[in-house]
């Protein structure tokens, strides 16, 4: 038994050594695992503490957060209580406004439509008042045409104080509205407010009012005015006293008439013409020494042996004969683009700044007239007149001269000098009118015109000789022809006499003479031929 006894003893105790050698082994398992786990819990420790740290702040940051919100939801909760206090509080002052206001409505709802009506009211005075201020008349008729209102200047005007039971129709009689200047009612059709009764605007100057002997002229505008539905509802008129603006007016048109006639009569004493060319628009803005540099053509025109003939009338006669004469020879200047610069007793002189051929398209003109002028005197009695003209083409000046209290509008330069100078060279060949080169080159076709070459002239001053033509275009035509035809004969022996070959030029005048015996020129050609000859041949005897 006790054997036995040990036996389970042992065998207990074995089991018990397996128990304690695996609970060791289980031991040392867990120290591996524990081992383990102090390696990691070790290597990590940083990164928990880290993250512990910023739970731990943002915890703190959350609780913070929830203390303000506390904090805020609380205020408003104050708030929200005040404003409950407030609204319980205006709730019962409402509640005894309303009570009050029901017990007085009445007097309220009165308080208040007195004082718009007398806001109204009062509104209305002032505007009479502006209307009854402002210097026109106002009238206004309602949508029935009749007067609805009239400020102090219309019932001024119109002579009459508001009549409402008056229409309009018979507006023009009670107020004897008339077409200015005549008998006649002014026509309804025609006055602007009844015309705005029909939607019409408008405006009219030609009416007037007539209030025993005073007439007032009138301007009036009119216009409708339109309810919201686009009918019209009244037609308003503004009509204003135009008696002084028409006096204006008239002093106005007679001052601008006396202008125009004062300017008018400037201009028969300095050309229009004249002033353009300074560049001035009123005789006013004249200076004395004021002057332009021009190309332009210069025309001289005298009478021939005006002194003899004036010797044969009065003084009075010598007048009525020169205007008789200037009134004819003006239009053919005028009508070719040229201006007279000035008469000189009998003479004239005359620009022409467009052109040459206007200038000897006017001379031929004059002569022209001249020779229908001399038809009625000859038939008259008279002797006929006769003229010489000479023009020249060049630069010249034109400008003002004198003092400043008396001074004259002129022209100079040597291409006037020689305009004179060919025009005197008229009486010594007994032509009508002659031309220098510089017209002559100038001529837009000297062909058109019947012409030749008479003289070479100098200018005083001046080295270089001028050729001279006469244009015998307004000679009768026998003679007109005659020089035609002997044109080339005449040019050659003018061409011997300069060349000194005297006796061979004579032939070729002689020649011109017998196909036209009152060739002047040749006469005088012929003349200076035989001279010369007879000089040159007694000084080749002595």
């Not at 695992?33 to 940083?46: N, S, V, Y």
């Not at 052109?355 to 003109?365: P, T």
């Not at 509008?409 to 025009?423: F, G, K, M």
């Not at 020649?511 to 035989?530: F, G, K, M």
Request: charged letters at 25%; aromatic letters at 8%.
């Amino acid at each position: 038994m006790a054997m036995q006894a040990e036996q389970l003893s042992s065998e207990h105790l074995l089991l018990e050594i397996e128990r304690l050698r695996q609970e060791l082994e289980a031991v040392k398992r867990d120290k591996v695992d524990l081992e383990i786990l102090l390696e990691t819990t070790t290597i990590h420790a940083d990164a928990i503490d880290v993250l512990l740290h910023e739970s731990n702040q943002q915890l703190q940051a959350e609780i913070a957060e929830r203390q303000r919100a506390e904090a805020a939801l609380h205020a408003c909760a104050m708030e929200l209580q005040s404003f409950l206090d407030t609204l319980a509080r205006d709730k019962a002052d409402l509640e005894l406004l309303l009570e009050t206001t029901t017990e007085h409505g009445d007097t309220v709802e009165n308080w208040l439509y007195n004082q718009a009506e007398e806001a109204v009211v009062n509104g209305h005075k002032r505007l009479a008042q502006f209307l009854d201020a402002v210097p026109i008349g106002v009238f206004v008729l309602d949508a029935t045409g009749k007067p609805y209102y009239a400020n102090k200047m219309a019932q001024q005007i119109l002579g009459q104080k508001r009549a409402p039971g008056t229409s309009a129709p018979n507006l023009p009689e009670s107020s004897q509205i008339y077409v200015a200047g005549s008998n006649q009612l002014y026509p309804c059709d025609r006055r602007p407010i009844l015309r705005a009764l029909s939607g019409e605007s408008g405006t009219i100057d030609d009416m007037e009012i007539r209030q025993g002997d005073k007439v007032i002229p009138l301007e009036v505008w009119a216009t409708p005015i339109f309810d919201e539905k686009g009918r019209v509802e009244y037609a308003i008129a503004a009509f204003q006293d135009i008696t002084e603006r028409q006096k204006a007016e008239a002093e106005r048109l007679k001052f601008t008439s006396e202008l125009f006639q004062l300017n008018h009569a400037f201009s028969r004493f300095v050309p229009r013409q004249f002033l353009q060319f300074l560049d001035k628009e009123s005789i006013v803005d004249v200076q004395l020494g004021d002057h332009v540099q021009k190309e332009m053509s210069v025309l001289f025109a005298d009478i021939r042996d005006f002194t003899t003939l004036s010797e044969s009338m009065t003084p009075e006669e010598n007048f009525t004969f020169i205007n008789a004469y200037l009134s004819r020879m003006e239009p053919a200047i005028l009508e070719n683009q040229g201006f007279i610069d000035k008469y000189m007793g009998d003479g004239i002189m005359a620009l022409f700044n467009k052109g040459a051929d206007n200038a000897l398209k006017a001379a031929i003109s004059m002569l022209q007239r001249l020779a229908e002028y001399n038809k009625g005197r000859a038939k008259a009695g008279y002797i006929p007149i006769r003229v010489g003209i000479g023009i020249n083409t060049g630069s010249l000046m034109l400008g003002t001269v004198g003092g400043y209290s008396r001074m004259d509008s002129t022209v100079i330069s040597d291409t006037v000098n020689l305009a004179s100078r060919i025009e005197g060279l008229t009486k010594e060949y007994g032509v009508s009118l002659l031309i220098s080169h510089d017209t002559f080159s100038q001529l837009h076709d000297a062909n058109q015109y019947a012409f030749r070459l008479i003289d070479r002239v100098k200018v005083k001053g001046k080295l270089a000789a001028v050729s001279v033509y006469e244009v015998f275009e307004a000679d009768p035509p026998k003679i007109r022809e005659s020089k035609l035809a002997t044109k080339t004969a005449f040019e050659e022996a003018l061409l011997l006499y300069n060349l000194h070959s005297f006796k061979s030029a004579s032939q070729l005048f002689e020649e011109c003479l017998h196909l036209n015996p009152e060739d002047t020129v040749a006469q005088i050609y012929l003349a200076r031929c035989q001279r010369m000859d007879s000089t040159l041949r007694s000084n080749s005897k002595g």
